[in-house]
């Protein structure tokens, strides 16, 4: 079992780490939902943006289920569905997009930014939409900004549709001005309340202007140039994070915002590059780190020394296993993540206490064998996984559940340690 390591006076932490630790790459069978998946949080993210996945009928049964009911007058999504006239080549494919792309602009005034979202059926993957996108940008605009990217389940997980979406948004933010000041922008959806929780955080530390990317409203993009730096929020934004390097922007190295030690040291990271002093750090940030301790030690009991084991989906695995072992003393037995981008996640890796097993990518087959002879007390895995692991008697958690509830930061603390709580309490009760 790993004790937590306590932070220190400024921040310090323990060295002793997995940066170095060798990592099993695994290249077989994967069991993860496709990148489609992201339009689910990203369409109630930018509330005046559509998403229109040109795809399969399996790709609009994706969206609807997993975005269960449709919360708003009118949807934010659909699926233009490839026919037998498309697949034959009897339809000009540019000629049915630009079709409904204009009978849905006219219908839906609202819109402000239009996504077309490419999906994997091959004869999809043969249009080129980054073009389409160009070419309809030339007729809806200014009205309209028009972009393409893939959510195409080949080579990807769900969270790379995140990643795929705002690096395709990046190239179209507008530039600092030369007479701008240095600015801080946070890359990675976050829940609105969770976004709101980190500008009080921000503005008591005096650091700003601060802008978040994905933006709630089309028109509110953020500035982007040499004089920002930006956090990223999330750990699978490989892609935007080059993108924003590409315009000149400089990331700032930290753990992701999970725990209340994740949350210091995030915050801190900006502190230190805004040369906030200690004592404001310390004032701005005590309140929430006393209440995050506080409601993090009601689930300490619950989870103490219970053995997790991870398979790849979220791509959150590295950064959550950081956060159970240290500040809840869960021993992490495996962390497979889809893909480990080892700059992202160096300062994580410095945090992970040695000896679980780091993998990378997935052989479902040898890992479900690895797990089983591991015996853990909680595996967090997708849902395909799950029902067939709690039917041979593991407890389980979804990883997509960790992606839709907010769990960042100091007052999401606890729910994040209750999300893993939750399946072991509820085993002991059905055992009594
Ligand atoms: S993009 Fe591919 S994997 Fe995703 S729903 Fe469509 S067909 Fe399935």
């Known amino acids: 079992m790993n004790a937590p390591v306590p932070l220190g006076q400024e921040g310090t932490v323990s060295i002793i780490g997995c940066e170095a630790a060798p990592i099993l790459r695994e290249r077989g069978q994967r069991e993860v939902f496709c990148g489609l998946t992201g339009i689910v949080w990203l369409h109630r993210k930018i509330q005046d943006a559509f998403f ?94 028009i972009l393409a990217y893939s959510g195409s389940g080949i080579e990807t997980t769900f969270t790379q549709g995140e990643d795929a979406c705002l690096a395709a948004l990046v190239p179209s933010l507008p530039s600092e001005s030369p007479d701008s000041e240095r600015s801080l922008l946070v890359a990675g959806a976050l829940a609105d309340v969770v976004e709101d929780q980190f500008a009080r955080v921000f503005d008591a530390l005096g650091i700003g202007p601060v802008r978040f990317l994905p933006m709630r409203r089309a028109a509110d993009c953020p500035q982007v140039g040499p004089k920002t730096l930006f956090l990223l929020a999330q750990p699978f934004l490989g892609d935007t994070a080059r993108a924003l390097e590409e315009r000149g922007a400089k990331r700032l190295s930290a753990p992701f915002p999970l725990g209340s030690e994740g949350t210091t040291l995030w915050l801190q990271a900006a502190a230190d590059a805004f040369a906030v002093p200690a004592e404001r750090f310390d004032a701005a940030t005590a309140e929430g780190r006393a209440r995050a301790e506080t409601s993090l030690a009601r689930h300490r009991q619950t989870l103490s020394g219970k053995r997790v084991f991870f398979f790849p989906d979220s791509q959150l695995e590295i950064p959550l296993a950081r956060f159970l072992s240290r500040e809840l003393a869960m021993d992490p037995i495996e962390v497979g993540a889809p893909y480990i981008n080892r700059q992202l996640v160096a300062s994580e890796l410095e945090l992970l206490p040695e000896g679980p097993t780091l993998s990378e990518g997935q052989n479902v087959d040898r890992q479900l064998d690895r797990c089983r002879a591991a015996r853990p007390d909680l595996i967090v895995c997708g849902l395909g996984l799950a029902n067939p692991l709690e039917a041979e008697g593991f407890a389980t958690k979804w990883s997509i559940e960790l992606i839709f509830t907010p769990i960042q930061g100091y007052e999401q603390a606890g729910d994040l340690a209750e999300l893993f709580a939750r399946p072991l309490v509820r085993r002991d009760l059905l055992e009594v």
Not at 55 to 61: E, F, L
């Open 52 to 145: 229109l996945v040109v795809g399969s009928r399996t790709c609009a049964h994706l969206l609807q289920s997993a975005a269960g009911v449709m919360i708003f007058a009118e949807p934010r999504f659909a699926t233009a569905i490839l026919t037998e006239r498309d697949l034959a080549g009897v339809a000009d494919i540019d000629d049915e997009l630009d079709g409904v792309v204009s009978r849905l602009l006219e219908r839906r005034p609202d819109i402000k930014l239009l996504f077309l979202v490419g999906s994997c059926p091959s004869e999809v993957i043969k249009i080129d939409l980054k073009r389409a996108a160009v070419r309809l940008s030339l007729n809806h605009s200014p009205r309209v900004r």
